[in-house]
């Protein structure tokens, strides 16, 4: 059956949701495939960026947005040898607003979809992209199965936004370079108590790295092992690791029992990868599809966004008159591929430079480094890491203006 939307976009993560809500909001009409029946998913970043932030303002939905429940972490710390070292604040970002949201994913993506302008905004859950569909050398649209059954939907332009492990963009002949990452990440949960001090910080140790970030009623751990370290720890039994947690967060010693198996303990594989080329003609790949980003920072979301911003920037006027080119496509990964080679550039930096020396074991006992030393003691310092986590290199603005969708 054709939809007959001008675009179909892959995938309901940020970087699809906020591509399909500019794009309608532009007057083009958008249908958004998500597999999944809901946006529930097992963490995956609650962090909403203050260039994100400033977006919402830019399309009048700031107000709205500030009415969800959510926390603000205005400074970041890094723990060492149980001294806390400030090293970003953001209280004086250039920016209307001066801190990160931390709000659950799914909360910010339900918002998106009830935001987006409905008479060009068509979003189907539990619909998967089985394949692309192609003629004469040009992506004209996917198939897709959905509850209804499986169905073809056509488009001007297929917008790959199915995340780290596109299989879209596998299927249009792209393989992303891949930078490899010395660590994979550990994820589980305890309890926060109104009485907790401590606010969210990175705690580092000889051989190990726990990142502790304030959820409200929960903290967000992230203990981070040497890649493939995960099944040495997991044989080192659950013991020695609630007791390893506890170390490097005293804070959350009487609490590690909450870890009743590894079951509560999830794994993220970390991956650096990025395509030379996110574009066919009739096909274009944004955020994790386009480039993976490492957890270092937190900013893969907020790389999202930035491409869908710039998505829509560039692509709402070819496609609202029907002129769209392969040209058009490739002048979006022209602007967006600078800041991410930059972030990734820098998280490689700091995973070859501090996280796989502060992960191997046989070192030294760990001191405190010069550049934390020295950002802690200049405060004004600490606004450089703040603005490129907060706001990134290039930080992308709403251009497109509302219509109603071409006739
Ligand atoms: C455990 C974890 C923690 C993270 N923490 C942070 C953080 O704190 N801060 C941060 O900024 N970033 C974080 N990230 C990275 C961040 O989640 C990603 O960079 C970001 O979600 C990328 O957005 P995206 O829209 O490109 O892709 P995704 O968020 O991966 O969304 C892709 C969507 O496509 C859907 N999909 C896939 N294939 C298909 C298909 N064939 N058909 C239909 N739908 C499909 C998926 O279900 C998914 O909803 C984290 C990642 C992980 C895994």
């Given at each position: 059956?054709?939809?007959?939307?001008?675009?179909?976009?892959?995938?309901?993560?940020?970087?699809?949701?906020?591509?399909?809500?500019?794009?309608?909001?532009?007057?083009?009409?958008?249908?958004?495939?998500?597999?999944?029946?809901?946006?529930?998913?097992?963490?995956?970043?609650?962090?909403?960026?203050?260039?994100?932030?400033?977006?919402?303002?830019?399309?009048?939905?700031?107000?709205?947005?500030?009415?969800?429940?959510?926390?603000?972490?205005?400074?970041?710390?890094?723990?060492?040898?149980?001294?806390?070292?400030?090293?970003?604040?953001?209280?004086?970002?250039?920016s209307?607003?001066?801190?990160?949201?931390?709000m659950?994913?799914?909360?910010?993506?339900?918002?998106?979809?009830?935001?987006?302008?409905?008479?060009?905004?068509?979003?189907?859950?539990?619909?998967?992209?089985?394949?692309?569909?192609?003629?004469?050398g040009?992506?004209?649209?996917?198939?897709?199965?959905?509850?209804?059954?499986?169905?073809?939907?056509?488009?001007?332009?297929?917008?790959?936004?199915?995340?780290?492990?596109?299989?879209?963009?596998?299927?249009?002949?792209?393989?992303?370079?891949?930078?490899?990452?010395?660590?994979?990440?550990?994820?589980?949960?305890?309890?926060?108590?109104?009485?907790?001090?401590?606010?969210?910080?990175?705690?580092?140790?000889?051989?190990?790295?726990?990142?502790?970030?304030?959820?409200g009623?929960?903290?967000?751990?992230?203990?981070?092992?040497?890649?493939?370290?995960?099944?040495?720890?997991?044989?080192?039994?659950?013991?020695?690791f609630?007791?390893?947690?506890?170390?490097?967060?005293?804070?959350?010693?009487?609490?590690v029992?909450?870890?009743?198996?590894?079951?509560?303990?999830?794994?993220?594989?970390?991956?650096?990868?990025?395509?030379?080329?996110?574009?066919?003609?009739?096909?274009?790949?944004?955020?994790?599809?386009?480039?993976?980003?490492?957890?270092?920072?937190?900013?893969?979301?907020?790389?999202?966004?930035?491409?869908?911003?710039?998505?829509?920037?560039?692509?709402?006027?070819?496609?609202?008159?029907?002129?769209?080119?392969?040209?058009?496509?490739?002048?979006?990964?022209?602007?967006?591929?600078?800041?991410?080679?930059?972030?990734?550039?820098?998280?490689?930096?700091?995973?070859?430079?501090?996280?796989?020396r502060v992960?191997?074991?046989?070192?030294?006992?760990?001191?405190?480094?010069l550049?934390?030393?020295?950002?802690?003691?200049?405060?004004?310092?600490?606004?450089?890491?703040?603005?490129?986590?907060?706001?990134?290199?290039?930080?992308?603005?709403?251009?497109?203006?509302?219509?109603?969708?071409?006739?």
């Open positions: 059956m054709d939809r007959g939307a001008s675009v179909c976009i892959v995938g309901g993560g940020p970087a699809g949701m906020m591509a399909g809500l500019l794009l309608a909001r532009a007057g083009v009409p958008v249908t958004v495939l998500e597999k999944h029946a809901d946006f529930l998913r097992d963490f995956r970043g609650d962090t909403i960026h203050p260039s994100t932030l400033d977006l919402m303002d830019e399309l009048g939905l700031g107000e709205a947005f500030r009415a969800l429940p959510q926390q603000r972490v205005e400074t970041l710390s890094g723990v060492v040898a149980g001294r806390a070292f400030r090293i970003a604040d953001f209280r004086h970002l250039p209307r607003n001066r801190f990160i949201a931390m659950p994913q799914w909360d910010f993506l339900d918002f998106l979809a009830r935001q987006a302008d409905k008479s060009n905004f068509c979003l189907q859950m539990r619909t998967e992209s089985l394949s692309l569909v192609e003629e004469a040009r992506i004209v649209g996917v198939r897709a199965r959905g509850p209804d059954g499986e169905t073809e939907i056509r488009a001007d332009l297929v917008l790959c936004a199915d995340g780290r492990h596109s299989a879209m963009r596998a299927q249009a002949g792209f393989r992303p370079q891949a930078f490899g990452a010395p660590m994979d990440v550990l994820w589980f949960r305890l309890s926060r108590r109104a009485s907790d001090a401590d606010a969210t910080a990175g705690r580092f140790g000889r051989g190990r790295i726990l990142v502790t970030i304030d959820r009623e929960h903290w967000q751990c992230a203990y981070v092992v040497p890649k493939g370290g995960d099944a040495r720890l997991r044989a080192g039994g659950l013991p020695a609630r007791a390893r947690v506890a170390d490097l967060a005293p804070l959350l010693a009487d609490r029992g909450e870890i009743a198996s590894w079951d509560d303990v999830k794994v993220l594989t970390v991956t650096v990868d990025r395509l030379e080329r996110w574009h066919r003609p009739g096909l274009l790949c944004i955020g994790d599809a386009a480039h993976a980003m490492s957890p270092i920072g937190g900013v893969g979301i907020n790389l999202a966004i930035q491409d869908a911003v710039a998505a829509a920037n560039l692509l709402a006027d070819p496609l609202r008159r029907g002129t769209l080119t392969e040209a058009d496509l490739a002048r979006v990964q022209r602007r967006r591929m600078l800041p991410v080679r930059l972030t990734q550039g820098l998280q490689r930096l700091v995973q070859n430079r501090v996280i796989a992960l191997d074991e046989t070192g030294a006992p760990l001191r405190p480094p550049a934390l030393r020295l950002l802690d003691a200049l405060p004004p310092l600490q606004r450089l890491p703040a603005c490129i986590v907060g706001l990134g290199f290039r930080p992308e603005h709403v251009r497109t203006e509302p219509q109603a969708a071409a006739p």
